[in-house]
Each structure stands twice: as C-alpha cells, then as structure tokens.
C-alpha cells in the first residue's frame, strides 16, 4: 500500500456494517484484513488494504429455497444435457436465498420422489401440492362449529394454507373451490390426488399467496437472467435454477451493498454482503478535506457505478448457513453476447480510470467467460465428492498463484517506492550542501 493512500486514512477502525449506517454515504473505506468465504469460490475476497465505495444498507426481500432433484432424469437430460443430473446431485437439499422480485415466470409442481395421492390431510400437509382433486365426497367439517360443507367427487381444490385451531390446538388444511373456503382436520381420512398447474405464476405472487413450502420451476431460465461475477457461482445458479425448487419462506434482509473495481476486466463488481459477515469486517474510512474533493474522487474511480437496482430483482444465490457475501455483475456494465455465447463489456463502453493509488496491471483482458454451466461428467456415486475436491483443488491453486504474483508486484511497488525515497534523500543532501557552502 502506497505512503499516498495510507496518508488520506486518519479515521478509527470500525464495522463495515457501522461504516455503511451512517449518514456520510456513500463512502469509501477501505479493509483492514483478508476474508474468504467458506466455499471454493474467490467472490468473497476482501484483502486488507482493498478500497471499496459503500453505497449503504439495504433491506432485500429474499426467498428461501431448497434445491429438489429431477422429476424424469430422462427428460431432465433430453431438455438440458447427459450430465444435467449429475451436476445438479452436488446441490440437493442445499438452501439458498434468492430475490423474492425475479421477474422470471414458474409453473407449480408436484414434489419429485413423492406419490401424488394422499390418503390422510397430514400427507397433504407433508407435500402442500398446489391442486388437489377430489376422488371420494367428503365433509369440510369447520374447526369451532359452524355449517359443514360436502365437497362432491371430481372437486378441484386450491390449497390455500395451514393453520392451527385456537380450540382444539389441531392443524387444519384450508383450500377453496369456486367462491367457497373449506377446511379439513390433519387426521381426516381423504382420497386426493395431487394435479398439474399451467397457470405461469412469478415468485412475488407466491410471495403474496403465503403458500408454504410450495413446489415449483422456472420456466427456461437463461444464462444473463445470472447476474453472479464469478463464473463457478453464475454456472452453479444456472444449473440451480433449471430444476425443481422448494420455496420454504420469506424473509428480509439486511445487506451492505459496495461497489470493486475489476481490474483485469477494466469494470466494476458489486458487492452484496449480509448484515451478519458485514458485523465482522473490519474498515477505516478515507478522509476527504470536504464534499468536492470526496465527490471528484469518486467520480473519477467510480463513475460507471450507478444502477443498483438489479440486486432486488436479477437471479443470483446467497448461501443461507453462513450467509456468505456475493459478488454480482451489473447488467448495465456487461451482456450477454449469444451468437458468440460470450459475456462481454457494455455497448456503450466503461469508463474505468486507472488510478495511482493502486497497483498497475499488465492484462488487457476485457471479457470473462459467460455464465454457462460446465458441464463436468459424472459416472458413478463418488463423483460428485471428486468433483468437488477437483474444482477445490483448482481454486486454490489460482488462489496461490494469485497471491504469489499480488507478492511479486508488491514487491517490484516497494522497491520502486525506496528507490524514489533515496532519490528525494540525496536530493535533500545536496540541497543542504550547497546551502551550508553558501552559508560559509
């Protein structure tokens, strides 16, 4: 780190959480050590000395899922490819938070694995399917007295929601069927079955039907639907998003949205990081002499940084346990190019002001790689776990690589910094000499 930089921080050290609350936003801080997430990916790396601009808190409505297997791995395979279904076993039963406003459509299906016939209200409540028709009469026996209700054979029931009775501490099913609600007690003998949805619905619909768990899948969801940066991250999404999904709930959360400069790309990434990781990191404020001065240095460093309001609505995944910070990628700074399947730099063109205050780079690189799975054949049981040591394995020895050439260019940065110091040195003692040669 330059003397220049270590100059323009005189702030004491605090949260980036209780840095990005306050009223000065947005900011710039810089960090004071080096975090990794706890996966394979490098999304989550904030060395120390890496200077961020903090746009602030935000409160995110986000979905939490639960990854399903395949209905048909047949089907699974002809839709996507031979590997689709191995590829997705890495990620069964793993739960993840994603934008409740993805705009993307979704239809409502049964839950794989599972009989689509039910003989009891408790099974029912076990799987929540979206539609039930009814095989048998049956009685809607309201809880706390009140009219019964005969729902005839052939029925077509919409579930509506569990409850449970205030009166008889007992859970209840209740659905609808024309204008009418009905409800029936978890022990009542029934024969449904579960039937198909057509209807497209979005997740904010679900979200205000308050239907849970629910079963569904996105309707071809593509490659720039992923806004994650880092490849490992958007492939796994995509290949997430392709396959049945279990939605649990909803919840609100606090994250601290930032933006990086990408170096190497000559663009910006955007930084989503939970309240909970942003509690534990810890930063200094730059300090600017006033408002002019703050806003010509961010202007120049991060001018292109202005639309935030993907992180709501663009798919993207944040692991639920930890809840790990994400690196994404603005649609406004990059496309994706599908005749040459290639992700690539806005149209229009970035501006990205090189600074030097930072560390210089010799890679005219301008792209990365597009959000599209690799596919990674797997054969036998044990290859989902090899897969993941592979990919572990690789991650950590472009990590070190990494670090071995961040070390040899800080290295080359101190020593061009000495060799400047000697030359202002011997500067100032020839300047004295010939001052005390004048004196005498």
């Not at 601009?53 to 990854?67: K, N, P, T």
């Not at 806005?346 to 792209?367: K, L, V």
Request: charge should be neutral; hydrophobic fraction near 35%; glycine fraction near 2%.
């Amino acid at each position: 780190m330059s003397d220049s930089l270590d100059d323009n921080y005189h702030t004491p050290e605090e949260t980036l959480l209780e840095a990005a609350s306050g009223r000065d936003i947005p900011i710039i801080v810089r960090f004071n050590e080096t975090y990794q997430n706890e996966d394979y990916d490098d999304s989550g790396w904030f060395e120390d000395g890496l200077e961020i601009m903090v746009e602030g808190v935000r409160s995110i409505a986000y979905a939490r899922i639960r990854v399903l297997d395949v209905h048909n791995e047949k089907e699974a395979q002809k839709a996507h490819n031979d590997d689709f279904v191995a590829e997705r076993q890495m990620f069964l039963d793993q739960v993840y938070l994603m934008p409740m406003h993805v705009p993307l459509k979704l239809k409502l299906v049964t839950r794989p694995g599972k009989s689509t016939k039910y003989a009891s209200i408790a099974q029912v409540i076990e799987d929540m399917p979206a539609k039930l028709l009814v095989h048998q009469d049956v009685i809607s026996i309201p809880p706390g007295g009140g009219q019964n209700t005969l729902v005839p054979t052939n029925t077509v029931l919409t579930v509506k929601r569990v409850f449970t009775c205030s009166i008889d501490k007992a859970q209840y099913l209740q659905c609808s069927f024309q204008s009418q609600y009905v409800s029936f007690k978890d022990t009542l003998r029934v024969q449904f079955s579960a039937i198909g949805d057509d209807s497209l619905y979005t997740m904010r619909y679900l979200q205000m039907t308050n239907v849970f768990p629910t079963v569904f899948e996105f309707q071809h969801p593509k490659p720039d639907d992923v806004v994650h940066f880092v490849n490992y991250d958007a492939n796994a999404a995509l290949i997430i998003a392709e396959g049945p999904l279990e939605l649990l709930g909803t919840e609100y959360l606090n994250v601290v949205i930032a933006w990086k400069r990408q170096h190497e790309e000559k663009s910006y990434s955007t930084l989503v990081i939970p309240e909970s990781r942003a509690r534990t990191l810890m930063v200094q404020k730059r300090n600017f002499d006033d408002k002019f001065t703050k806003n010509n240095y961010i202007q120049r460093k991060f001018t292109a940084c202005t639309h935030l309001d993907f992180v709501s609505d663009k798919l993207y995944l944040i692991p639920q346990d930890p809840p790990n910070a994400v690196c994404l990628k603005s649609p406004n700074l990059f496309f994706y190019d599908p005749k040459a399947c290639k992700l690539r730099v806005a149209r229009d063109g970035i501006t990205f002001n090189s600074s030097t205050d930072e560390e210089s780079y010799d890679s005219d690189y301008t792209e990365i790689a597009p959000p599209i799975p690799e596919r990674i054949p797997i054969t036998c049981p044990q290859a989902s776990e090899f897969a993941k040591k592979k990919i572990g394995l690789f991650r950590n020895v472009h990590m070190e690589i990494k670090r071995l050439f961040k070390r040899r260019r800080r290295k080359i940065r101190d020593e061009t910094n000495a060799r400047k110091r000697r030359v202002s040195y011997q500067s100032h003692d020839q300047a004295f000499t010939i001052y005390a040669r004048q004196s005498n």
